[in-house]
């Protein structure tokens, strides 16, 4: 009978170093648990798990677009109950995903304790011949998702974890691959902020190719957008004596990725990918069409009271719409001929005209904003080729 390597990472208190352990299993059912319930759960899981625990259940909870998710319902050693979320996924960028789910899940208890379900591992093992199976496990809170959570309070978290969260190089980046979606992010550091959104904002560019194929017009216009207006709108926030500090940012900060515990009370946020960022960045999946209750503006005022707003003050909101242009690429990189593309696109457009006129781009269209914001695509839009889309 065949046996395959299965390996874990566990944290080691204090800090982010990690060590490396190693067990031998079967590579068939003798390499799962026998634990009641109606998921799976493989022996590696429990290499990440206390020492002595017993699971006496493993449920299938909660929806992905990407992984398989579980509770594990324990008992430990000392004879109390505890539960654990299981996440197992396969395929492009699975490794990134839990190692930079894990990563950053540790990142951000240190600066903000209590903020994300604790981490507790994440591993991975072999489900068939050069097939890998990566795992992550964290605490499971039983959550809900119906209503807002208090405004200033949430402000005044996210603004503690932006600020208590410090690079540990100074510069800007991530010390490992983290992704929004299944997108690997890249994770070189950066002095230069605008070098920095410049890698963040190619690699959606280049995913969102690899599913739409190439648009000319699009592609005119993130060439300007890199060249001249990323220099001059982001590049202002580090000259003429002014600077900006990196911030530790969650990285998809919206409605779906916040709950409130039905246990305590507090809210719990999850699903990060984190970066070393301007602090602003986090805000711009806020100005997407998808949100709701964070559209709200007090939670901006409530933020910008515990965290100012960077200098140039009058060009935040200029710098929130390209930071939107992140989110509304990735979307549409996740979604063959989503009307984020066009979004993006004119957004775009807005600000080539204002920070990098260039004759040759078409013409910003503030009618087409009001409609896409809505979701609704007119009949004359183009999609990736210029041809005429259907109307929603």
Not at 176 to 186: A, C, D, F, N, Q
Request: charged content about 20%; some cysteine; aromatic content about 10%.
């Amino acid at each position: 009978m065949s046996s395959t390597l299965v390996t874990s990472r566990v944290v080691e208190q204090p800090g982010l170093h990690l060590t490396l352990d190693s067990v031998e299993t079967d590579e068939c059912d003798n390499a799962y648990a026998n634990i009641p319930g109606n998921f799976k759960v493989h022996k590696a899981v429990f290499s990440v798990l206390p020492p002595g625990i017993e699971v006496q259940e493993a449920m299938r909870s909660g929806v992905s677009a990407w992984a398989k998710t579980a509770r594990l319902s324990t008992i430990l050693k000392d004879g109390s109950e505890r539960q654990y979320f299981l996440k197992c996924i396969t395929g492009q960028g699975a490794r990134a995903l839990v190692e930079g789910a894990y990563h950053s899940a540790v990142t951000i208890n240190q600066a903000c304790p209590g903020l994300v379900p604790e981490p507790s591992g994440w591993g991975q093992y072999s489900i068939g011949p050069g097939e890998i199976c990566y795992f992550y496990v964290c605490a499971f809170h039983d959550m809900r998702f119906n209503e807002a959570p208090d405004r200033r309070a949430f402000a005044d978290t996210i603004a503690a974890m932006h600020k208590n969260g410090k690079s540990p190089t100074g510069m800007f980046g991530y010390p490992v691959k983290t992704v929004i979606g299944k997108m690997e992010r890249t994770v070189t550091w950066e002095d230069s902020w605008a070098a920095c959104f410049t890698n963040l904002l190619r690699d959606v560019i280049d995913y969102d190719n690899d599913t739409n194929g190439v648009w000319p017009e699009l592609e005119a216009a993130c060439n300007q957008l890199i060249d001249v207006v990323i220099p001059r709108l982001l590049g202002a926030l580090q000259s003429d004596g002014r600077n900006i500090t990196p911030a530790l940012v969650h990285g998809d900060l919206w409605e779906n990725n916040v709950g409130c515990d039905t246990s305590t009370g507090k809210i719990v946020v999850f699903d990060p990918g984190c970066t070393y960022a301007h602090n602003e960045m986090e805000f711009g999946t806020w100005r997407c069409r998808w949100t709701t209750y964070f559209r709200n503006s007090k939670f901006m005022l409530y933020y910008k009271r515990a965290y100012t707003a960077s200098d140039p003050k009058e060009e935040w909101d200029d710098r929130n719409r390209l930071y939107s242009i992140h989110p509304y690429l990735t979307d549409s990189a996740g979604h063959r001929g989503s009307i984020s593309r066009e979004t993006a696109y004119n957004d775009m457009l807005f600000l080539c005209e204002k920070y990098g006129p260039l004759d040759s781009l078409e013409k910003y269209d503030p009618i087409l904003y009001i409609y896409l914001v809505d979701g609704i695509r007119l009949p004359s839009s183009p999609n990736v080729s210029g041809a005429v889309l259907p109307v929603s």
